[in-house]
């Protein structure tokens, strides 16, 4: 059995079967945003606040719980992966991301943050599940955004690689750079089960792991590219062919 | 009187916002560090009279900020207030020889509470 294997046995199985790192992952990943929403209902409880601060707090409260309902579907997702058949199919990248882009700008406006796709003069297509593809770009936004430096857009981007056979989607983030440790430790979280808090106190690294697996369903990869100024979060996938045809 | 200045080390942002709220309703002056690269820097600026701490940090925990603030003789003394989702697996004795002070639990505790931890280590 293969590392990535076993690694899906425990997150997949884990989740199902009790494995406990897992679900001290994935609870641990969900701890963050519902204790944020509690100290936010607790202050509008309070009152004493102006009309724009409550609308801002509540404004906090709704994007706050969509970006954890999006990891508990991740979550799920990624826990069926075997029992579910998922067409792979030609995807033009640049519509999807600029589906992704309309749909996180208010959470990143939210932030006082921008996310923009880089534009593309030749359109490319790559063979990919619309949905699974979308849940790993939406990952590496979301932790672009909570990484980042504040005054930086994150940017999205397309590249083909290889003659174009293979199709780069990745996200820029610009922030502190990675100490070499930190660089170590994410390259793990590529194909490593997320572990316990108490083994990887800086993150479970739950949200990678899961797009490791999604990308694996779709014959692709992840990665990270290093830069000084912060890093991109990648996705390899084949490039379609029936765009030749055309 | 100069107000006392609460640094406040949180890599999530609109947690961090909250507690400034409220620590400024009670009449401390804020100031806000992401990471621990920039809670070091704020700390040579800003000479914050307590450090209020997150553990799970961006890049680095809140334990190698805790050992470089440890290294010099005037930021060892600054009192730290830890406050975080794991405090139920620290304990205050463990972390005592790091200035820490106090513990806060954030999925457990009320808007307030920063500033009763603040004010009891003072």
């Known amino acids: 059995m293969s590392a990535k ?15 406990i790192p897992s679900l001290v992952a994935a609870a641990h990943e969900l701890k963050s945003p519902l204790a944020l929403m509690r100290q936010l209902s607790l202050m509008l409880e309070a009152g004493d606040l102006s009309v724009m601060e409550s609308q801002r707090m509540l404004r906090q409260i709704s994007l706050t719980s ?16 075997d029992d579910a058949m998922f067409n792979l199919e030609p995807i033009n990248p640049q519509q ?32 990919a599940n619309r949905d699974l593809l979308r849940r790993i770009i939406m990952n590496f936004s979301d932790n672009a955004l909570h990484y980042a430096n504040s005054n930086a857009a994150i ?21 502190p750079a990675l100490s070499s440790d930190m660089w170590r430790t994410l390259q793990g979280k590529l194909t490593s089960a997320p572990q316990s808090v108490h083994a990887r106190p800086q993150s479970s690294g739950l949200g990678l792991y899961i797009s490791s697996q999604f990308a694996d369903a779709m014959h692709g990869k992840i990665g990270i590219t290093r830069h000084r100024d912060g890093a991109t979060f990648y996705v390899d996938l084949s490039a379609s062919h029936q765009l030749s045809l055309l | 009187m100069k107000k006392p200045l609460i640094l406040i080390v949180e890599d999530d942002a609109w947690l961090a916002e909250q507690q400034a709220r409220v620590l400024r309703q009670a009449g401390y002056e804020t100031s806000f560090a992401p990471h621990a690269i920039a809670a070091i820097e704020a700390v040579d600026d800003v000479h914050p009279d307590v450090i209020m701490l997150d553990v799970l940090l961006t890049g680095s925990t809140a ?8 290294s010099y003789g005037d930021t060892g003394v600054i009192p730290i207030v830890l406050c975080t989702n794991l405090a139920a697996d620290i304990k205050l004795d ?6 820490v002070k106090r513990i806060l639990d954030k999925a457990t505790m009320a808007p307030d509470d920063v500033v009763a931890a603040v004010r009891s280590v003072l």
């Open chain 1, 96 to 127: 999807l991301c600029e589906d992704i882009v309309h749909e996180l700008t208010p959470l990143f406006n939210a932030y006082g943050r921008d996310v923009r796709l880089l534009p593309r003069r030749h359109p490319l297509l790559l063979v």
């Open chain 1, 5 to 19: 294997r076993e690694a899906h046995e425990q997150l997949g199985g884990g989740l199902l079967e009790g494995n």
């Open chain 1, 155 to 175: 940017e999205i981007q397309i590249k083909a690689l290889n003659d174009g056979q293979t199709i780069r989607l990745g996200v820029r983030d610009y922030g």
């Open chain 2, 63 to 70: 334990f190698a900020l805790l050992n470089e603030l440890q």
């Open chain 2, 94 to 99: 463990d972390v005592r020889p790091y200035g």
């Open chain 1, 66 to 81: 969509e970006r954890a309902l999006r990891l508990t579907s991740d979550l799920t997702r990624s826990a069926r992966l």
